[in-house]
């Protein structure tokens, strides 16, 4: 398992983490506990130290399954959660609903504190390596969301402070007041505006960026079929991205590329992610699991190192295909 160290933090992490929101449920469809904790430990197993959570995933059940598949081998991961999403106040914004309880945008330092003794508990760890706005409070000043983050990793509860879905004016204030490790921002061959907004500042001032929805929700996995149905919340439903013409599109992409993955003896989706990991200014790629066998797959391709020649005939290809696909 490739490696690379998190910001200024003295951290090395796989270039794999393991992302856990559908481990939650919430907008996925549901969830199966057993496999989900399974899925965790697979990934340990498999060289992944990278493990990304949150209290709005499930409302505190991702973090419980995170907590649960970690005891007794916390020293193998580096873990990293979020605040500001809550529901235990009303303070900030509303944002949505979630199982019936109203969830507000709100980084005021007592709801950062509330929130990451709540996390620590569910977690079942007395630290946090990367400590994660998760959506931006305008209601808050960004000083004094950043100098509580401060304090809490000068008391050793939190080691690296990282932001997400933010606006470069606001990650520009947030290093005002502090060293900012990381940013966890959508990247994908589909959805690439990072390229343009956050990564040439990113790199510049050595900030790592770990990218979220790597294969674009699995429709990059090349499998989802175009007469694949979802059920219930799944956000897939009423996504145009997974649209039947769409699907149709990535399909053929997923067997263009196909020859070159079996030259590496990899599947189309470690492919497009040793792909993801090979662009400037992407430090890591968060995968989704829900079972062993996923969480497997998604390790394996934190193995890969791609050569540059073939790297830019991805790029052509994704140039070609993946710019027809319909958005909205």
């Known amino acids: 398992m490739n490696t690379r160290q998190l910001g200024f933090s003295g951290i090395d992490a796989s270039v794999i983490g393991l992302g856990t929101w559908a481990m939650g449920g919430w907008m996925w469809g549901g969830t199966n506990e057993k496999d ?14 990278l493990i990304d959570t949150a209290p709005a995933y499930g409302l505190g059940r991702s973090e419980e399954l995170v907590g649960k598949a ?25 944002f949505f609903d979630e199982e019936g309880k109203p969830v507000h945008r709100y980084l005021g330092r007592d709801a950062i504190q509330f929130e990451l003794e709540q996390s620590l508990r569910r977690l079942g760890t007395d630290y946090i390596d990367l400590y994660i706005t998760h959506w931006q409070d ?16 000068q008391q050793g509860k939190i080691r690296a402070i990282g932001v997400s879905n933010i606006s470069l004016a606001e990650l520009k204030q947030y290093q005002r007041f502090g060293t900012v490790d990381a940013v966890q921002e959508k990247y994908n061959m589909i ?54 013409p769409n699907r149709q599109i990535v399909q053929q992409f997923c067997q263009s590329v196909a020859p070159l993955a079996n030259d590496y003896g990899i599947s189309v989706a470690q492919l497009v992610i040793a792909w993801t990991l090979s662009q400037p200014g992407i430090t890591y790629a968060l995968c989704g699991a829900r079972n062993p066998s996923q969480a497997a797959e998604n390790a394996r391709a934190g193995e890969v190192n791609l050569a540059a020649a073939d790297v830019d005939t991805i790029s052509t290809l994704v140039a070609q295909s993946l710019s027809q696909l319909q958005t909205d």
């Open 138 to 153: 305008p209601t808050t000043p960004i000083e004094e969301t950043m100098n509580t983050l401060m304090d809490l990793k």
């Open 191 to 244: 959805e690439r505006e990072l390229e343009q907004s956050l990564l040439p500042h990113t790199r510049a001032t050595g900030v790592s960026c770990l990218s979220y929805s790597s294969l674009a929700l699995g429709l990059l996995s090349g499998k989802i079929s175009a007469d694949r149905t979802f059920d219930g919340d799944d956000q897939r439903l009423s996504n145009p991205l997974f649209s039947q």
């Open 36 to 49: 989900a904790v399974a899925a965790i430990q697979e990934s340990i197993t498999c060289g992944v130290s």
């Open 70 to 94: 970690i005891k007794g081998q916390r020293d193998k991961v580096v873990l990293a959660t979020k605040c500001g999403l809550v529901w235990h106040t009303q303070q900030g914004n509303h």
